[in-house]
């Protein structure tokens, strides 16, 4: 079965700080990850996906992850946080059944990101 | 491209009254799924559709959810009677024949079920 787990239900930073939410997978065949925002009264919307042959992708917002599949991890940084980046935080996995059907994505249960003025 | 649209926004009813909920797809797209998101649970997948026909439903809590897909540009969630249990913020999303691309989310019907 396939699984996030986001490891810290909030993280503080301060203004200007290094902004690290990590994401780590459990997966037996290879996963397709992606990172989510949702800001307050509204919907998802998509930050980054990853794509096959890269460890690094760059989102939105100045946002990057790095796929580790020795740790199983897609961490998600930002350099240098703004007032705006306040918000909850989805890492999500979307797997190939064996058979080849598509499934959904399964969330992990979000970081809600909170910045220090 | 004018996004997931869903209907209403928000939604409040008293329990045992039947609530139905809307959304329109992204054109084009051959995927649709319900989800619906509460403090507790976070983040759960209730039920998706490959073109209109339900693909899996094991998500769907009980007897008293059903979901319907009519054509490409429309889909029904219904909770009949709801409880005050169902409260819940339920989206929307949709995505292309990829099966690996990202889906994309309307901004979700917010029910208060009193």
């Known amino acids: 079965a396939q699984s996030v787990t986001q490891l810290g239900s909030h993280v503080s930073v301060s203004e200007g700080a290094l902004v690290l939410l990590r994401c780590n997978y459990s997966?037996?065949?290879?996963?397709?990850l992606f990172w989510y925002v949702q800001y307050p009264n509204q919907g998802l919307q998509l930050l980054l996906k990853?794509?096959?042959?890269?460890?690094l992708f760059k989102g939105i917002n100045g946002f990057e992850a790095e796929f580790k599949k020795s740790e199983t991890s897609f961490h998600l940084t930002k350099p240098s946080a703004h007032m705006s980046d306040a918000a909850e935080y989805f890492c999500?996995?979307?797997?190939?059944?064996?058979?080849?059907?598509?499934?959904?994505?399964?969330f992990g249960k979000g970081t809600h990101l909170i910045i220090q003025p | 491209d004018a996004g997931v649209i869903q209907s209403p926004r928000h939604e409040v009813t008293e329990m045992g009254q039947e609530v139905t909920l809307r959304c329109k797809p992204i054109?084009?797209?051959?995927?649709l799924f319900w989800y619906r998101q509460t403090m507790m649970r976070g983040l759960e997948l209730l039920i998706y559709?490959?073109?209109?026909?339900?693909?899996?439903d094991s998500g769907m809590p009980e007897d008293r959810f059903s979901a319907k897909m009519p054509n490409a540009s429309f889909s029904t969630l219904k909770i009949q009677p709801s409880e005050p249990r169902d409260s819940a913020v339920y989206f929307c999303?949709?995505?292309?024949?990829?099966?690996?691309?990202?889906?994309?989310f309307g901004n979700g019907t917010r029910l208060t079920v009193t």
């Open positions: 999303a949709s995505s292309p024949g990829r099966r690996t691309g990202p889906l994309h």
């Open positions: 997966s037996s065949v290879p996963p397709y």
């Open positions: 990853y794509t096959s042959a890269a460890t």
């Open positions: 999500a996995v979307r797997l190939l059944e064996p058979g080849g059907g598509a499934d959904g994505l399964t």
């Open positions: 054109s084009g797209h051959d995927y």
């Open positions: 559709f490959n073109n209109n026909v339900p693909i899996d």
